[in-house]
């Protein structure tokens, strides 16, 4: 099975820049009040659009536009970050991304106002996340400099908070959220018949084959306690449906 590096980023990036991930996912767990607000038949990758070299690698697939139902011209960005650790200045990187997108949106000759955009951030990680939500927070300043301070919170998706069984969507979502939670695990092996139990529906379309091989890489990649042969014996016993 292929090593690689930065196994978590990798499968991250491949599972939600699918159209149908992320939108099961803010349609899901994003705050209700937000999701009314939001016509999720317009979401759409914007690719390449607002990333430029230096940053392409970062989140050039991880950024979506969508409609507002209200006024159908106006849209939002959603911005999705992954963390497999926790990051203590976390705001201050999501930051220079949205004032990016927003220097790019006025290259582009978008007109003001600026779209608005959702930053969110999906953890998986062993240690317990106690990096605060807000930017404000990065910065010491006393009390009447803080209207100075750009001000905003980014979402944060922690999948520790969840068990699996209240882990929700649909496959592609639950198997990257369920494979994401359990990857540091040591009883991983014990995790893994179930997971790929719900990958059994998609297997017969090209996207399920392309989906499992992805599931499979970073299984293999991703954690130290996923036993090799465990994997081969799942193809081997499924070969019918993954040739």
Same mark, same amino acid.
């Given at each position: ?11 991250? @990036? ?20 937000? !999701? ?9 990758? !914007? ?35 992954? @963390? #497999? ?17 927003? !220097?790019?949106?006025? @290259? ?21 996340? @106690? ?8 910065? #010491? ?81 991703? #954690? ?8 081969? #014996? ?10």
């Amino acid at each position: 099975m292929e090593q690689i590096s930065k196994p978590h980023d990798r499968f991250f @990036k491949e599972a939600f820049s699918r159209l149908e991930t992320a939108r099961d996912f803010v349609g899901h767990y994003l705050p209700e009040e937000i !999701t009314a607000l939001l016509n999720l038949e317009t979401l759409e990758i !914007t690719k390449d659009s607002f990333v430029d070299e230096e940053l392409k690698e970062r989140f050039s697939d991880l950024v979506y536009r969508v409609d507002l139902k209200e006024d159908g011209w106006i849209f939002v960005y959603l911005l999705f970050e992954h @963390k #497999s650790y926790p990051e203590r200045d976390i705001a201050l990187y999501l930051l220079s991304c949205m004032t990016h997108i927003w !220097t790019q949106c006025l @290259k582009q000759e978008l007109t003001l106002p600026l779209p608005a955009i959702i930053p969110l951030v999906v953890y998986h990680g062993k240690a317990k996340w @106690k990096v605060s939500q807000a930017f404000q927070d990065l910065v #010491s300043v006393p009390a009447p400099l803080k209207p100075l301070v750009p001000d905003f919170k980014y979402r944060l998706w922690d999948l520790s908070k969840y068990t699996d069984d209240e882990i929700k969507g649909g496959v592609f979502l639950k198997v990257a959220a369920l494979l994401m939670k359990h990857i540091f695990s040591e009883n991983i092996g014990e995790k893994l018949p179930g997971i790929f139990k719900l990958l059994q529906g998609i297997l017969s379309a090209r996207s399920g084959l392309q989906y499992l091989e992805a599931v499979l890489r970073y299984a293999a990649s991703g #954690s130290s306690h996923v036993k090799k042969d465990d994997l081969v #014996s799942y193809v081997t016993r499924h070969r019918a449906a993954v040739m």
